[in-house]
């Protein structure tokens, strides 16, 4: 990105490094770590840049996707088709780390694999009712100090009312918004949400993971490898 005249700036985790059930109520699931540092991820601003020189930010970063013939794709299992061009910073980045585009784009789309399961099985509409009728997190958050807090999936829509929308990317949040997310993390884990919502999607997608097993497998030797690329490239 420097190269090309931009300053790159990291704005949340790879797809592969969240739980399904995170994805299934993405903003609303925390972690830890960056979330208790930086806040809510929807307080983010996607670039302080502004057209035409958003636009020049994007090509460099994610490439042209009309020209096709610099397209890789895969298909997943649902049928849909997602790829990445070959030019791009992301697509340098990917290969470096991955092994090729094809691995990156496998590993970083199992979640969305899972996630098409879940639409199938019914799991996401029961994972939905267990967010919205679940008592202990909200009584937990009222007694933190956020009783605008309802239901689960709440607190990202309350902390943009409080802190706004956008934030210069990697602006640490401000000691009110991490105090909220500590008290929501910890209100998450101690009502055990996220693990009961995980619970109801393994049951329900029990079938489909024994189904692909080889590709599971093959995606988890996938993330050995660039774990090992990955710290030789940081210690490099």
């Known amino acids: 990105m420097k190269e090309k005249g931009y300053t790159y700036h990291h704005q949340e985790h790879i797809g592969g490094s969240r739980s399904v059930a995170t994805s299934i109520n993405g903003d609303a699931v925390l972690t830890g770590g960056d979330e208790l540092t930086y806040g809510y991820l929807r307080t983010y601003s ?20 009309s ?21 791009s910073c992301t697509s340098y980045a990917t290969q470096a780390v991955y092994g090729s585009i094809e691995n990156g784009l496998k590993y970083t789309n199992l979640t969305n694999e899972l996630l098409d399961v879940g639409s199938k099985t019914g799991a996401n509409e029961e994972i939905g009712v267990l967010y919205r009728s679940n008592k202990e997190y909200p009584q937990c958050m009222n007694q933190a100090g956020y009783p605008d807090v309802k239901t ?28 909220m997310a500590q008290a929501d993390y910890t209100c998450q884990e101690s009502s055990g949400i996220v693990r009961k919502a995980e619970d109801i999607f393994y049951s329900k997608a029990g079938q489909w993971l024994k189904d692909h097993e080889a590709l599971i497998m093959e995606i988890r030797d996938i993330e050995k490898v660039a774990k090992e690329r990955a710290v030789h490239i940081i210690n490099s």
């Open 152 to 179: 689960f999936g709440d607190a990202p829509k309350v902390a943009e009312q409080k802190f706004g929308h956008y934030r210069a990317p990697g602006t640490p949040a401000n000691a009110e918004e991490r105090a």
């Open 67 to 87: 020209e096709q013939e610099k397209v890789i794709t895969y298909k997943l299992n649902s049928g849909a088709i997602i790829g990445m061009t070959t030019d």
């Open 46 to 65: 996607d670039s302080v840049l502004e057209e035409p020189e958003d636009s020049g930010y994007r090509l460099a970063l994610a490439g042209d996707s």
